[in-house]
């Protein structure tokens, strides 16, 4: 069963996930299903019921809508007047769309944290994410390794001090990418980018941050093309 969301998603990686947990009823829902796309207990597509997620969560309904209307703005469920809430589902268009903003915003997101320890910020963070990663993959713990990637880019988020990379990223529809499709090659590729995103950003260097922030997400993208290839009829 999905439990609540412990750190970012994929996703609103930029919110102190266990301190809204601690506070609201209707976090607790929205990092449970976010957390659940991690752990493929929800799915794309799959319908949401105010009162089955009420009694799994031990929240009132009008905390499950209040969460299923976040999950709505921030593009992850559907809501509709005559069949309810269900989680987004992208087609390969769409997905493409989603990979196209995410290669841009993930170089800058790089580079604008490059600039950050340039100019003197802590290192330790990003190190430490990186150490997390590195074990989680090392264990091949797919659930850990999801943890420490949406560490890592809130140590990146807060490195760089950019508010408005802090209010836009979050709404990048990855989590719904990496639920919908996932190459059995993506964490062997995610994590070989996250070193040499890393290595670039430690450097201070902003160019060479940009560069391989922009690789990550394309290299994402040739991964999911191949395996629509594989399974195209």
Known sequence: MPSS???????????????????????SVFYGIMNGLETRAFVPGQRLVEVDLA???GVSRNSVR???????SEGVVELSRNKGAAIRSLDMEQTLEVLDVAERMTGLLARSAAKGIAAGHSAVPIETAMRELAQAD???????FARARRALYRAL??????????????SIQMPIVYAQHRPSALQKVRMRDYQAMAQAILAGNPAAADKAGM???HNVRTAIEQQARIHAP
């Open 5 to 27: 969301h412990t750190d970012q998603t994929a996703d609103d990686v930029g919110t102190d996930h266990a301190t809204e947990r601690s506070h609201s009823a209707s976090g």
């Open 157 to 170: 988020l807060a490195t760089s001090g950019s508010q408005e990379l802090r209010r836009l990223f979050p």
């Open 138 to 144: 090392a264990a091949h713990d797919h659930e850990a």
């Open 215 to 217: 690789a990550h997400v």
């Open 66 to 72: 209040e969460a299923l209307q976040r999950l709505s």
């Open 55 to 57: 009694a799994q969560y």
